[in-house]
């Protein structure tokens, strides 16, 4: 019998986090569910089984501390504590509600990830390592308003075959893009998937969003294809602007 992908509840209050930590959990592979008040995220659980939960010990209404009084009152779910304080007593109090891990807002995304593989290997048996689905489409080349995108031959071609020049570092950010139309991706996404770690990772994919944006944009059929999502990221749209 094969292991069930994991199921992660959320319960926080803020809503930019909340979506940030959706996106990112469920594009490496898990199953995310999400509630912004405590009455929402028992509902959740009341409909669902869930192998972890990320609760907010801050929210107004009934806090993530009722939340995992409640939870570990009917199962050994793993539960993450996440405040935006990091205050000894709140930290005490989820220990002894049994509580798998703490983490400080405001927290890198990647250390979040972290926390909760550990604890799902922890917790073993019947939970699947989530697998990160490839790219889609999956082909050597993408249609960019007139222009094509080969991957095979890393090269952006026009209409009438002349090539679009790209350095490597844009090359590799488009194709990350293009290959995932219609999703958001934020800029530390984007430099995990470019392998990009460095502390300027960000700003740099700033600012070879628009040396791309300018090239791709000689093209009038592709105005629009690469948007930025406010205060979320940037997305690759194959229609452009409608």
Known sequence: MEAAIPTIAIAEDEDDLREAVVEYLTDRGFNVLHAGNGVAFRALIEAETVDLAILDIQMPGEDGLSLARWLRGRSRV???FATAADQPVDRIIGLELGADDYITKPYELREL?????????RMGDGIAEPVVAPPTPNRATHAIGA??????????LRADGSIVKLTQGEFDLLTVLVQR????????????LLHE???EGGRAIDIRIVRIRKKLEEDPACHGCLRTVRGQGYMFVSGGRT
Not at 113 to 121: D, T, Y
Not at 181 to 192: N, V, W
């Open 113 to 121: 990830l972290a926390r909760v593989r550990s604890i799902l290997r």
């Open 181 to 192: 139309p219609g999703r958001t991706l934020a800029r530390d996404q984007l430099a995990e």
């Open 197 to 199: 770690t460095g502390g």
């Open 147 to 156: 222009l094509t995108l080969d991957t095979s031959a890393r090269r952006l």
């Open 78 to 80: 793993g539960i993450i």
